[in-house]
């Protein structure tokens, strides 16, 4: 069963997930998102120690943050489409899946630190 998350963004102030998962294991990882048809405001899905996604088996876009051992923002990419590979980005240990225009509305940007509850 995945445990429960909450990501703060301290550097703009923002909450980017009140009410997400997390996915800590290779059929979590594996599985994410796919299938799903729609992502509810707040939701987010860490994948953890994971460097590097796809989204094959996608029927939505997607926002995307990299981050690093801290939680540093290290890459952001905005509504990723259904069908792609994302990018190696190097010092990744955590990616961060959000509803579409998630990035957009707390201003999220490449170097912000962000808070991960998990539990």
């Known amino acids: 069963m995945p445990k429960p998350l909450r990501v703060t963004n301290i550097s703009q102030n923002t909450i980017l997930v009140s009410s997400g998962l997390v996915a800590d294991t290779y059929w979590t990882r594996?599985?994410?998102?796919?299938g799903k048809r729609t992502l509810p405001d707040g939701f987010g899905l860490?994948?953890?120690n994971e460097s590097a996604i796809h989204t094959f088996g996608m029927r939505i876009p997607i926002d995307v943050?990299?981050?690093?051992a801290r939680g540093r923002v290290?890459?952001?990419?905005?509504?990723m489409p259904p069908a792609r590979l994302g990018p190696l980005v190097r010092g990744v240990r955590n990616v961060l899946e959000l509803?579409?225009?998630?990035l957009a509305k707390t201003q999220t940007q490449t170097g912000d630190i962000l808070v991960l509850e998990i539990g």
């Open 30 to 34: 594996f599985k994410g998102l796919m």
């Open 46 to 48: 860490l994948l953890e």
């Open 65 to 68: 943050v990299y981050l690093d």
């Open 74 to 79: 290290l890459r952001l990419t905005h509504a």
């Open 99 to 102: 509803p579409i225009g998630t």
